[in-house]
């Protein structure tokens, strides 16, 4: 089974930190994603990435960056964390392309004070 | 506006029951999935439906596909408490210059014992 895991389920921070979100995939899948969910306005795309150290902007990449330096690792960094960035995050991996299932990490609850 | 929309919003029903979720779209695709999510967690796949495929089973989950009506059905079977989640169909669509997969708002189920 493809194990999609992330670094924290909830997480407090305050206004103005630097925030890393990291995701581990053991499935050697190329493509991983970093999405937000939020009421009323469903899954949106924040970056995602085809291969190491590629990386793409999704709908809403504003106030955030990416990392993948390996293979199994994107981590999504927000460089200065505000209030309207309080979120679920979600991370997913997947093959190659579009037309495959894309598997998702349990969450991180982020809450930003 | 969503590739892909549910319809309904919310279902609520008594263990043993059918659920039917609907889900219409937009443009043309290649394949349409639908994904579960128990509250507070990551998505999880369940079922790839191809465009050239009518009808796909998975245990007591029947997917049924339509295109030309531009729309597809989750039937859940004798349904249990622990199917209660919110699913979610997802389809590829072209938006901001790329390619990627967009995820409908959701049918909230809830199944009571």
């Known amino acids: 089974d493809v194990k999609v895991t992330q670094s924290s389920r909830y997480l407090v921070k305050r206004t103005g930190e630097k925030v890393f979100l990291e995701c581990v995939q053991d499935m050697d899948h190329e493509n991983m994603f970093w999405y937000r969910q939020d009421p009323g306005l469903g899954l949106r795309l924040i970056y995602f990435?085809?291969?190491?150290?590629?990386?793409e902007k999704g709908d809403i990449p504003e106030g955030y960056s990416v990392s993948r330096e390996k293979k199994e690792r994107f981590s999504l960094i927000l460089e200065s964390a505000s209030t309207n960035q309080t979120s679920m995050y979600l991370c997913a991996s997947s093959l190659p392309g579009l037309l495959v299932a894309q598997y998702f990490g349990p969450g991180t609850r982020l809450l930003v004070l | 506006s969503q590739q892909g929309e549910e319809d309904p919003q919310a279902l609520s029903i008594q263990e043993g029951e059918n659920a039917t979720m609907n889900c219409s779209y937009k443009?043309?695709?290649?394949?349409l999935q639908w994904y579960r999510q128990n509250s507070g967690r990551g998505l999880v796949h369940l079922i790839l439906?191809?465009?050239?495929?009518r009808e796909k089973h998975s245990g007591r989950l029947r997917v049924t596909l339509d295109t030309s009506k531009k729309s597809s059905s989750l039937l859940i079977t004798a349904s249990r408490a622990a199917d209660t989640a919110s699913y979610f169909c997802a389809t590829v669509g072209f938006s901001g210059g790329y390619n990627k997969l967009i995820f409908g708002a959701g049918t909230r189920l809830a199944v009571h014992p």
């Open positions: 443009t043309s695709i290649n394949n």
């Open positions: 990435s085809y291969d190491v150290k590629m990386k």
């Open positions: 439906i191809r465009s050239n495929e």
